[in-house]
């Protein structure tokens, strides 16, 4: 222990304004992102829009891929005009794009909003990363990005919290969230940077031929592919497994559990005796607040893609199984799974590309390393998109097993999602959660871990294989 707080104690104040900077910004954007696929999908009597599966998909999978996608750019831009400036912008941006928000509520006009939220976004990613990068070094980074990763957590399980006392101003909340950090920009001190006084034509030339440089990195590319996979499978934890959560998980035991001993929790974060699927979920964030530093303090001596492949292994059975049983207790202990191989793997990605990214080109490497974030959430929206939607909607099921039996389906635009379902289970003389229980029985919607499950091996098995084949190979010669 009193390894780590002198290790504390070598870090300079812009690595902590930074890390407070982080917190608040992904409290703002989970306090929204861990809601929005329920939002998107859910029935207009629960506040949701009604879209299907697969337009969730698209939404989330492409609007957040571009957000992962722009930071190529965004990181070398924040590299010429200065760290400071560009995160003003993504500020102003993020702050403007929330309150827009609900004004919007028809498929393009909610793509289009969140495009806008996303370039917000994509203009903080990579200067953050970079800020963490050039104020830590060799001996303090592994534990350095722990911290980070830890805060970014830290964000994540407060987000949500807030957001869900609220859930209908959950923009407004996280628009007002996002506005501490111009405050805390007045303490942001710019870490060393080469300053770039080339007129701007020149300047972005450059950029280009950057970019072409590190493709041309066969091997770093191809390690970005890869984890591709490890991002796609780890994104259903707030693509599809919120979703999984609403439709399919009987939590009752755990209502019952926090009515009798923590009555705020069963009042604020429950509806008609179920916990709300969000507030389940958000056990993954809390778990690595607790244990994140630990985890971080055991593989910070161990070989980063040794570290990456257990962490893959272990967070692929911890994700496949959260999708495989209707018990809430099972789906906590799957999480805890993951998160301990997300713990593992996930700061040692960053922390790799951070530490082999040339000193002058920190930010525009740390750009890079979103690209595989940005395949991840591309595949992860088709996972969760039209794959979830064929293995796994709830909905679609009620409404085949309907047809199937020749039940009568209203066809007015008025009618919620929520009220066909009942319909049709009372059409069946069941109550919702019985006819829910039947369909589980009839579809077996559990299927849907063997595509997570599947995912997972391979991005582990080929991060294994690149370590053999090019990584020791190479250094062997």
Known sequence: MSGILSTFEKYPRTFWIANSIELIERAAWYGVFM?????????????????????????????????????????????????????????????????????????????????YLAIGAALFKPVISATIAKTTTDETSSIGFGIF??????????????????????????????????????????PGREVDTRPIG????????????VVKDLKFMLFLLIIAGFWTMYNQLFFALPVFIDQWVDSSQMYLFFKEYLPFIAREYANNGQMNAEFITNFDAMFIIIFQVMISSI??????????????????IGMALTVYTQNVMFIL?????????????SPKITEYIGRIAPTNKKALFMGFAYIPLFLGNILAGVVAGPIYQKLSDKHEFALDFATKNGF?????????????FESIAQQNNMNTQDFTNLLWNTYNPGNFWYVIFAIGVFSAISLFAYDRLVIRKDAAK
């Open 35 to 115: 809601l929005f696929a329920n939002y998107l999908t859910g029935s207009f009597d629960e506040g949701g829009l009604e879209f299907s599966q697969s337009q969730k998909g698209w939404i989330m999978g492409v609007g957040t891929g571009i957000l992962y996608f722009l930071p190529i750019f965004t990181g070398a831009i924040a590299d010429r005009y200065g760290y400071r400036k560009v995160l003003l912008l993504a500020f102003s941006i993020y702050t403007s794009a929330f309150f827009l928000f609900p004004l919007f509520d028809s498929f393009t006009g909610v793509f289009a909003i969140y495009l």
């Open 149 to 190: 990763y830890m805060m970014v957590n830290l964000g994540a399980f407060i987000g949500p919290l807030l957001t869900m006392l609220y859930k209908e101003n959950m923009f407004y909340i996280s628009g007002g969230v996002i506005v501490l950090n111009f405050a805390l920009l007045l303490f942001y001190k710019e």
């Open 202 to 213: 020149e300047s972005m030339k450059q950029i280009f031929r950057n970019i072409g440089i």
């Open 299 to 316: 593989v910070m001596k161990l070989r980063p893609l040794s570290t990456m492949v257990t962490g893959f292994i272990i967070a692929t």
């Open 333 to 345: 202990v799957a999480i805890l799974v993951f998160s301990i191989g997300e713990m593992s793997a």
């Open 408 to 420: 009568s389906i209203s066809t007015d635009s008025d009618i919620t999602k929520n009220a066909i």
